[in-house]
Structure formats: structure tokens, C-alpha cells
């Protein structure tokens, strides 16, 4: 069974910073796009950022200019970097890839169970 696996969250000073990580556990024919959202309790969840196999990035408007995001295609790992972080950047992460479990079966969405990024002083 394919599982994301977070890492990295926690809490931190507003200012600070904070770098999660995202890898699948289990096995699996392809990864291709990864990637961030948000949500915070009674909102939407919101994309924070992508990023491609051609390394192509992008980004939704709660990720542009203080964060930034990366992969490792040789271990299948999607980073978030998020700096000079502020209160309104509260809200459990998820992790998002598109896989495809097996050679000639179509790809599918794959989500984390999520990790708590808490912003206060």
C-alpha cells in the first residue's frame, strides 16, 4: 500500500523557519507531480505548491515568495522550505503526489495524513 510519510512540522516563532519533507512508503511504478496544500479548521484546503519530474514549480498565492519548494527524483522526496514564517501560515500540511501503482494502470492521487505547522510567539 502506498503511503506518504510527513515530516518536519512543528512549532515555531513567528520569522522563523521551518523545512517539511514528504516521501512514499511502499512500492510503486511512478511518481510524477508533488506537492503542498494547507487547511486550516472551516476553510478549504489550498494549494501552497507543486513541482514536476521536469522540475517545473508552482505555486498558489499562500506559497509565493516565502517559500519555496524541491524534490529529490532519486528518492522520491518533495521539501518545503518556509521561511520568515507568520501566524497566518498555521495549518496542518499535506502532502500531495500523483503515482502510479502499476506499470499500465492509470496514475492516482496519493495524500498524507498531514503535519501541524504552528506559527506563534
Known amino acids: 500500500q502506498i503511503q506518504l510519510v510527513e515530516s518536519g512540522g512543528g512549532l515555531v516563532q513567528p520569522g522563523g523557519s521551518l523545512r517539511l519533507s514528504c516521501k512514499p512508503s511502499?512500492?510503486?511504478?511512478?511518481?510524477?507531480?508533488m506537492g503542498w496544500y494547507r487547511q486550516t479548521p472551516g476553510k478549504q484546503r489550498e494549494l501552497v505548491a507543486t513541482?514536476?519530474?521536469?522540475?517545473?514549480?508552482s505555486y498558489g498565492d499562500s506559497g509565493k515568495g516565502r517559500f519555496t519548494i524541491s524534490r529529490d527524483i532519486t528518492y522520491n522526496t518533495v521539501y518545503l522550505q518556509m521561511n520568515n514564517l507568520k501566524p497566518e501560515d498555521t495549518a496542518l500540511y499535506f502532502c500531495?503526489?500523483?503515482?502510479?501503482?502499476?506499470?499500465?494502470?492509470?496514475?492516482?492521487?496519493?495524500w498524507g495524513q498531514g503535519t501541524q505547522v504552528t506559527v506563534s510567539s
Open positions: 511502499g512500492n510503486f511504478f511512478e511518481i510524477y507531480t
Open positions: 500531495y503526489a500523483s503515482i502510479r501503482p502499476i506499470y499500465g494502470k492509470p496514475s492516482a492521487d496519493y
Open positions: 513541482i514536476t519530474t521536469n522540475f517545473y514549480t
